[in-house]
T-cell receptor, first 112, second 116 residues
Framework: SQQGEEDPQALSIQEGENATMNCSYK?????LQWYRQNSGRGLVHLIL?????REKHSGRLRVTLDTSKKSSSLLITASRAADTASYFC????????????FGSGTRLSIRP | DAGVIQSPRHEVTEMGQEVTLRCKPI?????LFWYRQTMMRGLELLIY????????DSGMPEDRFSAKMPNASFSTLKIQPSEPRDSAVYFC??????????????FGPGTRLTVL
């Protein structure tokens, strides 16, 4: 069963706008990660946030984590055409930190 | 480093045939993961290894699927006999750790399997 569920399933925005994707999970975690997948490619790690962190930045990416709500958000600022991809959150359960479970993903399309 | 290498990139086979997918993880990574991705089921973890030893194979769908890791630089995923419902993209990934802040996984390009 999937640990994380992304929302929305699909998102289409104009280039230059900000994109926000959300992830909800079910069990207590150690870390939460976000990955990007371009069409026909493997997943690429974007950012990891620990359970004791609330916010993390990396370039145009901003990730927040609310462990009380078991949710996270990924914000991409000033979107570009190259940001068109699917984005997945992944969590490792505290009960079994040896593996991470991926959510269903958000398909992001950036319109020129 | 060349990253995680998978072969073949594409495989088309007929139902009943044996299929072998191959993976070379990043050198020095102790963990290797096999995933399957379909539109219907998303990304599923099939099995993962730590130091060449299978740790969790609870995601392997049936006895038709088997995976081996004979050494630190090579793993195979075998399907015998293959069925049309096995059609999917199979990814291999490796990581330094499987817990903590260093469990970032590095994915290969995937093998797109089509079973006719």
């Amino acid at each position: 069963s999937q640990q994380g569920e992304e929302d929305p399933q699909a998102l289409s925005i104009q280039e230059g706008e900000n994109a926000t994707m959300n992830c909800s999970y079910k069990t207590s975690i150690n870390n939460l990660q976000w990955y990007r997948q371009n069409s026909g490619r493997g997943l690429v790690h974007l950012i990891l946030i620990r359970s004791n962190e609330r916010e993390k930045h990396s370039g145009r990416l901003r990730v927040t984590l609310d462990t009380s709500k078991k949710s996270s958000s990924l914000l991409i600022t000033a979107s570009r055409a190259a940001d068109t991809a699917s984005y997945f959150c992944a969590t490792d359960a505290r009960s079994s930190a040896s593996k991470i479970i991926f959510g269903s993903g958000t398909r992001l399309s950036i319109r020129p | 480093d060349a990253g995680v290498i998978q072969s073949p990139r594409h495989e088309v086979t007929e139902m009943g045939q044996e299929v072998t997918l191959r993976c070379k993880p990043i050198s020095g990574h102790d963990y290797l993961f096999w995933y399957r991705q379909t539109m219907m089921r998303g990304l599923e973890l099939l099995i993962y290894f730590n130091n060449n030893v299978p740790i969790d194979d609870s995601g392997m769908p049936e006895d038709r699927f088997s995976a081996k890791m004979p050494n630190a630089s090579f793993s195979t995923l075998k399907i015998q006999p293959s069925e049309p419902r096995d059609s999917a993209v199979y990814f291999c990934a490796s990581s330094l750790q499987a817990g903590g802040a260093r469990n970032e996984q590095f994915f290969g390009p995937g093998t797109r399997l089509t079973v006719l």
